[in-house]
């Protein structure tokens, strides 16, 4: 029993370390491997591209109207009284049927009460006043129109990713900035408490030296806080367990970018998948016009029948008689008070409205692109600031801790200098981040394929 228990402790050991070991060797996620995981488990993604496919059966199933159709009927009468069924022949038939007896039977006429008859038929339509021309064409402009979207979909999840990715930077530099400041006010306080000891200070600087301390361990606490739950978010973005750990490369850094904002606007009105789709829907409305307009003009329609009629159940008893036809029609509505007339006047209004709303949409676009520009701009402004604030806050503290040594300098003033500073690098990394994400926003409202 000891050397099982003792073997038992072992394995436990050994798997204890063994996870602790695997969560401590977290591989760091890249941007792009962070893309590629979100958009293989997007259920968004796997919609819009089962709305491909949904579009395409909808294009078959149009280019189905043009080949004929085939239909089969098979039905059961049964008569109060007896009818006749079968065909009847001629005297000269039956002269004829006497000599070819052997080859050739002769069909009599009976009566039964039951008749069960089959009935196929063959239907091709020659002409349709291009209804089915234009309503093939209006299915395969929905199947573009679902595979535009599927584009748009992958942007906004190269967005959500970016956006996601970014926020963890962040709040892993405020984090950083926070524990930094936590020294320096314990390096602060110890400095004072020293002081204090040698009576060089009152107790009062001690006390601010504390209170400063306290806060910063406080703020510290919320900045860890904020990066769980922005990994937290990330991991149900990616569509993993809400916990799992997770690293991401540190990837914040300046990229000037290089377009202008013309150059930007360019390329949106040409990449964006939005203005694709309102074009798309410009053409579909017209292709509705065409289908509406079919109702002026004639169909005409070739069929080939076929009718069996028989005694039995299986058509092939003694009484029975079959025949054929082929038939060519044409039909056109002469007159019904405008009806159609008005139908299409309907259809042209919706193609007014879908290209006033392309145009609409346009200038959205516009709007869009100049205010993510903007924001871009001001972002990389603050950055410029903030560098510099950063030199200069450095610079302050130093100057007021080598103050404060000689006593020229007061306590709030050195704890002042490390607030400062703080906040400075706060600042610059939200700035940063800022940037990064206005740079994201500008590609995704400027149309940018997925990298």
Same mark, same amino acid.
């Given at each position: 029993m000891k050397i099982r228990g003792i073997i038992?402790?072992?394995?436990?050991?050994?798997?204890?370390?063994?996870?602790?070991?695997?969560?401590?060797?977290v591989t760091p996620l890249t941007l792009e491997e962070s893309i590629r995981i979100a958009m293989e488990r997007s259920l968004s993604l796997h919609s819009a591209k089962e709305g491909v496919m949904g579009s395409e059966f909808n294009r078959k199933a149009a280019r189905a109207d043009?080949?004929?159709?085939?239909?089969?009927?098979?039905g059961y009468t049964r008569f109060s009284d007896p009818i006749t069924i079968g065909s009847t022949t001629t005297a000269a038939a039956q002269t004829s049927a006497a000599s070819t007896a052997a080859t050739t039977p002769v069909v009599i006429p009976s009566t039964t009460r039951d008749v069960y008859n089959f009935a196929t038929a063959l239907n091709q339509v020659l002409y349709s006043g291009g209804a089915i021309?234009?309503?093939?064409?209006?299915?395969?402009?929905?199947?573009?129109?679902?595979?535009?979207?599927?584009?748009?979909? /992958? @942007?906004?999840?190269?967005?959500?990713?970016?956006?996601?990715?970014?926020?963890?930077?962040?709040? !892993?530099?405020? *984090?950083?900035?926070? /524990? @930094?400041?936590?020294?320096q006010f314990e390096g602060q306080l110890q400095v004072s408490?020293?002081?204090? !000891?040698?009576? *060089?200070?009152?107790?009062?600087?001690?006390?601010?030296?504390?209170?400063?301390?306290?806060?910063a361990v406080q703020a510290q606490a919320k900045a860890e806080n904020d990066v769980a739950l922005a990994k937290s978010s990330f991991n149900s973005l990616l569509r993993m367990e809400v916990n799992t750990p997770l690293e991401v490369v540190d990837i914040l850094d300046y990229k000037p970018f290089p377009l202008t904002f013309e150059q930007s606007l360019d390329e949106a009105i040409q990449q964006r998948t939005e203005l694709k789709v309102a074009g798309l829907s410009v053409d579909q409305a017209k292709e509705n016009?065409?289908?509406?307009?079919?109702?002026?003009?004639?169909?005409?329609?070739?069929?080939?029948?076929?009718?069996?009629?028989?005694?039995?159940?299986?058509?092939?008893?003694?009484?029975?008689?079959?025949?054929w036809n082929i038939n060519a029609l044409a039909t056109i509505t002469l007159w019904e008070w405008g009806k159609t007339y008005y139908q299409v006047g309907a259809s042209k209004v919706k193609v007014t409205q879908a290209e006033d709303a392309r145009s609409q949409l346009k200038d959205n676009v516009t709007l869009e692109v100049k205010s993510d520009y903007l924001n871009m701009l001001v972002s990389e402004k603050n950055i410029n600031t903030a560098v510099k604030a950063i030199e200069q806050a450095e610079e302050n503290l130093r100057l007021n801790e080598e103050r404060y040594k000689y006593q020229v300098a007061t306590a709030f003033d050195v704890l002042d200098a490390v607030t400062l500073l703080a906040q400075a690098r706060v600042n610059y990394y939200g700035a940063l981040s800022d940037f990064n994400i206005a740079k994201a926003m500008l590609e995704r409202s400027m149309g940018r394929t997925v990298p």
């Open positions: 038992g402790f072992v394995l436990f050991t050994l798997l204890l370390a063994g996870s602790s070991w695997s969560q401590g060797s043009f080949l004929p159709k085939w239909t089969g009927q098979y021309s234009a309503n093939y064409r209006l299915q395969k402009l929905g199947l573009d129109i679902s595979r535009t979207n599927v584009e748009s979909v /992958k @942007q906004d999840i190269v967005l959500q990713v970016k956006e996601g990715y970014f926020n963890i930077l962040r709040t !892993e530099k405020f *984090l950083d900035v926070a /524990k @930094q400041a936590v020294k408490q020293a002081f204090f !000891e040698v009576g *060089l200070i009152p107790k009062n600087d001690v006390l601010q030296a504390e209170v400063r301390l306290a806060n016009v065409k289908i509406t307009r079919a109702g002026l003009f004639p169909t005409v329609n070739l069929s080939g029948n076929y009718l069996k009629n028989s005694n039995e159940f299986y058509l092939n008893g003694d009484l029975n008689s079959d025949r």
